[in-house]
């Protein structure tokens, strides 16, 4: 039997919601209720799953969601403008478009229009900067969640070495910078990385965020690593005849129980977590939107 942790993102995901739950009625106090604008173009499965569950947690922590569905004809210009109505009305605190969007539109200059200060996935320009010059800023959800779960797994973060498989702006690299800024030693590992086991090897820590399912594998890892696995890869199984789908990470979970000290599952892990910070990003915007207000 594996000594290992399988931590536990659901539990530490209603922790942060409780503080978030907290916090809201403390706005409440002041006559204060934080709205959370919620985007979708076209019909994408996955997204709509996503979707339902970020409005369900909102309203769960007294986050006032408004919905905007739209199907994959949606011209450009049309999100282009309901964003800057939603940078302009006042009871919008956040701005979220579900990712990916059709391909007729650029992703880029959506997330460009978004108001900084309302960009609660974190994925502005000014955001992202921002975050690498350890200035105030929003940042993205998933990496966010991950630090949470590595300080309550490892205590002290200082110094240890920390290997971010994976470079998208979305979570790699915030992964790293959030690392970084924690003190860690960082290698941010990529699809042109030589010899990726090797650099695990020599990690206190691993993020996993590739979208390959069980590229890490137990012999990738030093005994006692602390392995985070944000991979989530769809796998067709078919037991009696019947086709299923099941969820699994970019590590293998049995195999690297033998060997990591704690390690997140897939589902159970990460997911809750990136959802939980959606909602303390909106709370934070919302101070961050009331600061600037009463400065200018
Ligand atoms: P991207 O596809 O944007 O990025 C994948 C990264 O993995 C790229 O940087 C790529 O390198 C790198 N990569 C690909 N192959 C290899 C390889 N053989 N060795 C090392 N690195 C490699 O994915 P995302 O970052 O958006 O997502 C990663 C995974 O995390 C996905 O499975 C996604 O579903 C999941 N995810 C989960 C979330 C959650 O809430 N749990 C939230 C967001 C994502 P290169 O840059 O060189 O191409």
């Not at 939603?86 to 990712?99: A, K, R, S, T, Y």
């Amino acid at each position: 039997t594996p000594l290992t942790t399988s931590i536990d993102g659901k539990a530490c995901a209603e922790r942060v919601l409780d503080e978030v739950a907290d916090d809201v009625a403390r706005l409440a106090d002041e006559g204060i209720i934080p709205g959370l604008a919620v985007i979708l173009v076209g019909e994408d499965p996955a997204s709509q799953v996503y979707v339902r569950n970020k409005i369900r947690k909102a309203e769960a922590v007294g986050i006032r969601s408004l919905e905007y569905r739209f199907d994959d004809t949606l011209p450009q210009a049309e999100l282009l403008a309901l964003i800057a109505r939603l940078n302009d009305d006042p009871e919008v605190n956040g701005i979220l478009v579900q990712l990916p969007l059709p391909a007729n539109i650029d992703e880029a200059s959506v997330i460009q229009a978004i108001l900084p200060a309302k960009d609660v996935d974190g994925f502005h320009r000014q955001n992202a900067g921002g975050l690498w010059q350890g200035l105030p800023s929003l940042a993205p959800c998933t990496p966010t969640g991950c630090l949470r779960l590595l300080r309550e797994t490892c205590g002290e973060l200082a110094g240890k070495h920390a290997v971010v498989i994976g470079r998208s702006n979305i979570v790699g690299k915030p992964m790293a910078a959030l690392l970084l800024d924690a003190d860690c030693t960082v290698s941010l590992l990529h699809s042109k990385s030589r010899d990726a086991a090797a650099l695990c090897r020599q990690a206190d820590i691993i993020v996993a965020a590739v979208g390959r399912p069980g590229m890490v594998d137990a012999n990738w890892l030093k005994p006692g690593a602390v392995v985070i696995d944000v991979g989530i890869n769809r796998i067709e199984s078919e037991t009696g005849g019947e086709r299923r789908t099941r969820l699994v990470g970019d590590v293998d979970f049995a195999a690297a129980s033998q060997v990591a000290s704690a390690i997140t599952p897939v589902p159970g892990g990460v997911g809750p977590m990136t959802i939980a910070y959606l909602m303390q990003n909106t709370v934070t915007a919302t101070r961050l939107q009331r600061h600037q207000a009463s400065a200018a």
